[in-house]
């Protein structure tokens, strides 16, 4: 999506729209697997402010929602341990687009299909801006933790490699 097209409306936009919070669309040219660093690179923000939406699941195959940032991994071991599970793994593609309503490389923790619990990496809360997918490749919404804690209520964790 080209800086001068139309901002899409998106079931992410119409949740932040609908709880009345601030954000800010940031929209960039996708690359396919430029990843939270091409994001970053054209927006000229840090990356470690861009906020990746990771649908992963435990051991039961029940998904869960974790938030990272985009310069960093997920310790998927450390992660089970903190939520008192077996394991926890990411969700093969077809099941995180059909539990979230999105593409890959688009997924937006609001206005998601499916409820699952949230988590997000604890720095993420302490950031003065973070920028998240708003529901379609090439669309950040710029916010405050604040605005995660409101609309998700995530758990956070220390998961972060």
């Known amino acids: 999506m080209a800086k001068k097209d139309k901002i899409p409306a998106t079931p992410a936009l119409h949740a932040l729209k609908g709880a009345g919070v601030a954000f800010t669309p940031r929209p960039y040219d996708y690359v396919p697997h430029g990843?939270?660093?091409?994001?970053?690179?054209?927006?000229?923000?840090?990356?470690?402010?861009?906020?990746?939406?990771?649908?992963?699941q435990d051991e039961s195959g029940e998904p869960l929602l974790v938030l990272m940032h985009g310069d960093k991994e997920v310790s998927t071991k450390n992660l089970a341990r903190q939520l008192g599970r077996k394991s926890v793994e990411p969700c093969a593609e077809r099941d995180a687009q059909r539990y979230?309503?999105?593409?890959?490389?688009?997924?937006?923790?609001?206005?998601?299909r499916r409820k699952m619990p949230v988590f997000v990496e604890k720095g993420i809360l302490?950031?003065?801006?973070?920028?998240?997918n708003g529901g379609k490749r090439g669309l950040l919404v710029e916010i405050t933790p604040a605005?995660?804690?409101?609309m998700l209520n995530p758990t956070p964790v220390e998961a972060a490699l």
Do not use: C, N, W
């Not at 990843?35 to 992963?56: C, F, P, R």
């Not at 605005?147 to 409101?150: A, E, I, Q």
């Open 126 to 132: 302490d950031l003065e801006r973070v920028y998240i």
């Open 147 to 150: 605005v995660l804690l409101k």
């Open 100 to 112: 979230t309503g999105y593409q890959v490389g688009g997924i937006s923790p609001f206005g998601i």
């Open 35 to 56: 990843g939270t660093g091409e994001a970053a690179s054209q927006l000229k923000v840090d990356e470690h402010q861009v906020i990746k939406t990771l649908v992963m």
